[in-house]
């Protein structure tokens, strides 16, 4: 059973009248939208740098293509698609220049260690980290941001029975991994 879409704070008409050319109407969705975006892009690439170069660049891809906006659609998911393959097309570049540079040369400093404090967030943001990236998506839209399972296959593209999979692994992994922090810490 998936769980009810969490309350939108944006008026359906919004998105129509933006698409309709009215500027005012796409400024106010960028920000009612921006807070959430930015939350999912940060928990999705790790540092505030990418996520926010991927959040701009979401809102300029939503505004350029808003002639594709189905006038029936939830404008949330669509956004969130964009968002979504934005933060995958990220985390390829960085993996693609992490391949050309010699091992050890730069040190992520971005990812926050055991060593660098008892903060309980920290931890929780390391372990997301180590998830892979459909796992990690998956949990963070429906645990984060509250979407319903066939809002984030409407996001994703995935089907509903491997989105639920994705988020019970995710949620398997994370509930192991910070017991495992948690008894270190002890």
């Not at 009612?32 to 959040?55: K, Q």
Request: neutral net charge; aromatic residues 6%.
């Amino acid at each position: 059973m998936s769980s009810p879409p969490a309350s939108s704070p944006i008026d359906p008409s919004l998105p129509l009248r933006a698409k309709a050319g009215d500027r005012h109407a796409f400024a106010q969705l960028v920000e009612l939208c921006y807070p959430r975006s930015l939350r999912f892009a940060l928990h999705m690439v790790g540092n505030r740098e990418d996520a926010e170069e991927a959040v701009q660049d979401t809102f300029v891809r939503v505004y350029h293509h808003l002639g594709r906006f189905r006038d029936d659609g939830r404008f949330e998911p669509w956004l969130f698609r964009i968002l979504a393959n934005r933060c995958r097309t990220v985390l390829a570049k960085r993996r693609r220049h992490a391949e050309v540079i010699q091992y050890g040369d730069v040190p992520d400093h971005d990812v926050p260690t055991v060593a660098e404090g008892p903060d309980w967030m920290e931890e929780i943001h390391k372990v997301l980290a180590t998830l892979p990236v459909a796992q990690r998506e998956a949990f963070l839209l429906h645990h984060v941001e509250e979407l319903a399972y066939e809002e984030i296959a409407a996001v994703t593209g995935v089907r509903l029975s491997a989105l639920r999979m994705r988020v019970k692994r995710a949620c398997d992994v994370l509930r192991v991994r910070l017991a495992e922090v948690r008894r270190d810490d002890r």
